[in-house]
């Protein structure tokens, strides 16, 4: 799993940021990419990745604000020229099917696939036996979610070496054991592979935020997360400003990811009067309250 940033500016686009869109590649687990909003411009952004919009299986969006959804229509034309016919699911708030619908419609789009627009309430929002995906309310002047993405616990390494000692060969038996399944040999013997296997790998947890002030609900979505990704839109001396607009500072962001145990921080969604040296002041008020803080920049990658 990791993550690609596809934009990270906040508002408007500068020279050195896209508007706000994430990738998140489950090739490894899944065959496939998920993506958090899509800020006008994201398609350009992927042609410069290896992102194949055939393999988008999911598009979550924070909040209906242009920077996060202006470039949904045309990604998903796009998707549909390119003579894709997997279906794709596109989750968000009350009014993202509206606006999907009426931008299609009115600009004579159609799409060569089957395309679900899911309008979602707090709680959680897609489950499977890979990943769930839980998302809350935030604090923000419109309807705004951040989603917690969990993997699923994978079983324990197979102990092998105590498999052969107890006289069982290796063979197509020791991937059901590693299932943790029971099965019997031909000698009747029933073999239990949760006694052949160590601790359970714990899946990974990922915190996506949308726009928000400091909110009740932050340390639920991030508490002990592998990868927290939040807003750092303004420095650490403009917080009323910042949260008078639904955003939160640095300092506000830094406090939230020590409070919640996160284990990395990733800050994005910068304003415009902060250039990319700017963005590293930014950075260092971060790290001075919570160390483990790294900075997104267009087209970076981080793994989780």
């Excluded at 309310?137 to 699923?152: D, M």
């Excluded at 949308?210 to 750092?232: K, R, S």
């Excluded at 040296?277 to 008020?285: G, P």
């Amino acid at each position: 799993m990791e993550l690609i940033f596809l934009g990270t500016g906040a508002g408007t686009p500068t020279k050195e940021r896209n508007v706000t869109s994430i990738a998140v590649n489950l090739l490894a687990e899944r065959n496939s990419f998920w993506l958090f909003d899509c800020g006008e411009g994201t398609q350009h952004q992927i042609l410069h990745t290896s992102i194949r919009l055939g393999r988008l299986e999911k598009i979550f969006i924070t909040h209906l604000h242009g920077d996060h959804i202006f470039g949904l229509p045309g990604l998903l034309s796009s998707r549909s020229m390119s003579g894709s016919q997997e279906p794709l699911t596109v989750y968000g708030p009350q009014g993202i099917k509206e606006f999907i619908d009426t931008t299609l419609r009115l600009s004579g789009s159609y799409l060569t696939y089957p395309l679900t627009v899911e309008e979602i309430q707090p709680g959680e929002v897609f489950k499977d036996q890979q990943i769930s995906v839980q998302a809350l309310p935030l604090t923000h002047g419109v309807e705004s979610f951040g989603y917690r993405i969990q993997e699923a616990d994978k079983p324990g390494t197979l102990d092998a070496a105590k498999l052969i000692a107890a006289g069982i060969p290796p063979g197509p038996l020791f991937q059901r054991l590693k299932q943790g399944e029971s099965v019997e040999l031909e000698n009747g013997q029933i073999i239990h592979g949760k006694e052949y296997l160590g601790p359970p790998q714990q899946g990974k947890s990922l915190a996506i935020f949308g726009d928000t002030a400091p909110t009740e609900y932050g340390i639920a979505l991030a508490q002990g997360v592998d990868i927290m990704v939040h807003e750092a839109t303004l420095e650490g001396a403009m917080a009323e400003l910042a949260n008078s607009r639904g955003h939160s500072t640095t300092c506000q962001t830094a406090e939230l990811a020590k409070a919640a145990h996160a284990k990395k921080l990733i800050i994005t969604h910068f304003s415009a009067r902060y250039d990319q040296n700017e963005s590293h002041r930014l950075l260092a008020e971060c790290q001075q309250i919570f160390p483990a803080t790294e900075l997104a920049y267009d087209l970076a990658v981080f793994n989780v």
